[in-house]
């Protein structure tokens, strides 16, 4: 009687160590739930689109009124041979229209200020002449992919055009006189572009991306090299020596690597590049590299120097 007695009494009181102890787990886990909530609200709250401060000293440069303009000596490869030639780096901040992807006309609340790159090179293949020209529009804020990039190579056999616009998509439209290129157009997912690290470079090295990673091909590479526009593996470093800085792409499955020369202190202007990869088509393929190397620099407003008295500025670019 006396144990049976017993035995009831020691039932509520398990019951009770029972409902407590249920009770703190359960608040436990609603804690940890919230912390879980409030972790992935805070993560959602960060803007990845939010603007970067911009440097008084990147203003006084970028904001003066001038292009920056160099030259560079070109050894280009192409065909399998090395060709002699020059190149030239056109860095001006423009007012740009993210909807319509242009040049702003005139100043509106919607411009997106970007640093323009306008890219050539010119150099001879036997008896013709090669001329190619390569635009990206990148913006200054550092916040975003490039919002258009666009690429124009003329010579004697015929002339081709490639465009990428960045809207919810990388839209990619092309034009050739190559049969198997012909006019193509299609969407892809971003991703890093090659054609936009240069402007990266110039606006916060720092911010480059390094280890193993996709990107983006230059738009150069992918028509001369008649390759698909689309994402591949590449490895990318930084490194530094005597307050030179190289950020080095490798694609492995492309047998290509690009390493851009540039200064370490600001304005980080680029001092010449390599690019090696198989020159020439089919069995006689062989890897070459191509090198530019720095001649002059200057900044003027170049679109109001238009004049015949003003070619003899190209003189102070070595061209």
């Known amino acids: 009687m006396n144990l049976k007695r017993s035995f009831n009494l020691f039932i509520p009181f398990f019951s009770i160590l029972f409902l407590l102890h249920t009770s703190c787990k359960e608040q436990s886990i609603h804690a940890s739930n919230k912390a879980l909530t409030l972790n992935e609200l805070a993560a959602k709250s960060k803007n990845p689109f939010a603007k970067k401060p911009i440097s008084e ?8 009124g001038k292009a920056e303009i160099t030259s560079y000596t070109l050894e280009q490869a192409r065909y399998g041979e090395i060709r002699n030639g020059h190149a030239v780096l056109v860095f001006v901040t423009e007012p740009f229209l993210p909807e319509k992807q242009v040049k702003a006309d005139r100043s509106n609340g919607e411009n997106v200020s970007v640093l323009k790159l306008n890219a050539t090179k010119k150099y001879l293949t036997g008896i013709y002449p090669y001329s190619i020209m390569g635009s990206t529009f990148y913006p200054v804020d550092d916040n975003q992919h490039a919002l258009k990039t666009s690429l124009s190579v003329q010579e004697w056999c015929g002339h081709v055009y490639s465009q990428v616009n960045n809207r919810e998509n990388f839209e990619f439209t092309s034009h050739s006189y190559f049969e198997s290129e012909a006019d193509q157009q299609f969407e892809l997912e971003k991703n890093v572009l090659e054609n936009e690290i240069w402007a990266r470079i110039r606006i916060n090295p720092n911010d480059l991306p390094v280890g193993e990673i996709q990107m983006i091909p230059s738009l150069e590479f992918v028509r001369l090299r008649h390759q698909r526009f689309q994402a591949h593996n590449a490895t990318a470093t ?39 990869f198989k020159s020439g088509f089919g069995p006689n393929a062989k890897s070459m590299t191509s090198v530019a190397t720095k001649r002059k620099t200057i900044q003027t407003a170049y679109w109001g120097q238009n004049s015949n008295e003003d070619v003899i500025l190209r003189d102070s670019l070595g061209l």
């Open 238 to 276: 930084l490194s530094s020596q005597n307050g030179i800085q190289t950020y080095t792409i490798y694609y492995p499955d492309l047998d290509r690597t690009l390493s851009i020369d540039f200064s370490e202190a600001f304005p980080h202007s680029i001092e010449g590049w390599q690019e090696t």
């Open 57 to 64: 000293a990147f203003k006084e440069y970028w904001y003066a």
